[in-house]
């Protein structure tokens, strides 16, 4: 392994719990009252199809892009505040990062909620850079954030490995011919079966992957 990206959300930080009643609490200040079920129709869905969604079934209006404000804004203080980093995750960073890995984080969540919970947490600065689906222009049904991220590393496809937590965020990464590693997160606990057929390696905690001393 030459290069390493990671997902933010349950890979990164232990963040998807905060995302649970996000939409809910959003419709609610919109005057709408949220179904059960919710969070599952939208857990896999990028901000912009998100927010799509929310316009498309709730009537809510405004553009796609004040719909995807309102969502930031909902979960502003749990990222500026709150969110916690996965298990054991600076001191994996860093033994790559001593293993010479370059590194970079692909994210659906927009820039300045991700930079403010990376920073505050202490991971920001062990990145080369990071990406966002927003800004790509594409969730991660598709693996043009994957693409991009490697083309910014300059490391064949082979020796980049992707860290998910997300069952078709994998599907994407390993369709499109990268090594991942899944990281296990509460959120997916369901598709874990799925997620173990399909990664390299699937683990609990980081602590496990100690072949990169």
């Not at 809510?60 to 298990?87: C, L, R, W």
């Not at 293993?99 to 920001?124: F, I, P, S």
């Amino acid at each position: 392994m030459q290069g390493a990206i990671f997902d933010m959300d349950g890979t990164l930080l232990d963040s998807m719990p905060f995302w649970g009643d996000s939409a809910d609490r959003f419709l609610m200040k919109r005057g709408v009252r949220p179904p059960a079920g919710l969070y599952e129709a939208l857990k896999d869905l990028s901000m912009v199809q998100t927010a799509d969604y929310l316009r498309d079934r709730f009537g809510v209006t405004g553009t796609v892009q004040d719909v995807m404000d309102g969502i930031n804004e909902v979960m502003e203080e749990s990222y500026f505040h709150q969110i916690p980093p996965k298990a054991d995750i600076l001191s994996f960073v860093d033994r790559l990062a001593r293993a010479g890995v370059r590194m970079c984080v692909a994210t659906a969540t927009d820039r300045y909620l991700a930079e403010a919970a990376l920073k505050r947490v202490g991971l920001l600065d062990r990145f080369e850079f990071l990406l966002t689906c927003t800004e790509v222009g594409a969730g991660k049904h598709l693996p043009v954030i994957y693409e991009r991220a490697r083309e910014r590393l300059g490391l064949p496809r082979e020796e980049v490995v992707v860290f998910e937590d997300a069952l078709y965020a994998v599907e994407t990464a390993k369709a499109a011919g990268f090594p991942v590693v899944a990281i296990a997160d509460r959120s997916a606990a369901g598709d874990e079966p799925r997620i173990r057929a399909l990664a390299d390696r699937f683990v609990k905690q980081y602590a496990e992957l100690n072949e990169w001393e």
